[in-house]
Nanobody, 125 residues
């Protein structure tokens, strides 16, 4: 069965960096776009970033553009999110998401079919 396991979350000071990873199994990873979605305390889901199956295109929410970098290693079935210049408003649970197609769908959540369990990122001094 499909499994998405996130890691790398934690507590970091404002201005710091974290790198999230997602290890995928149970499907042909290289065939599908992947995304990161977050949910801050008391708020709804927010799409963060997406990447096409072949890494040819990446996409970012305006709130993270220039600070976050999404990447994937299809040989290792892993998805990553490098987060720099972190702000308190980046505090959230971050989810790795598998999409239904090879081209990233952005915030069209109906195009997502599997979610990881999430990893907590807390940005605080």
């Amino acid at each position: 069965q499909v499994q998405l396991v996130e890691s790398g979350g934690g507590l970091v000071q404002p201005g710091g960096s974290l790198r999230l990873s997602c290890t995928a199994s149970g499907f042909t990873f290289s065939n599908y776009a992947m995304s990161w979605v977050r949910q801050a305390p008391g708020k709804g889901l927010e799409w963060v970033s997406g990447i096409n199956s072949g890494s040819d295109s990446t996409f970012y929410a305006d709130s993270v553009k220039g600070r976050f970098t999404i990447s994937r290693d299809n040989a290792k079935n892993t998805l990553s999110l490098q987060m720099n210049s972190l702000k308190p408003e980046d505090t959230a649970v971050y989810y790795c998401v598998k999409e239904r197609k090879a081209v990233a769908a952005g915030n069209r959540y109906a195009d997502y079919d599997y979610w990881g369990q999430g990893t907590q990122v807390t940005v605080s001094s």
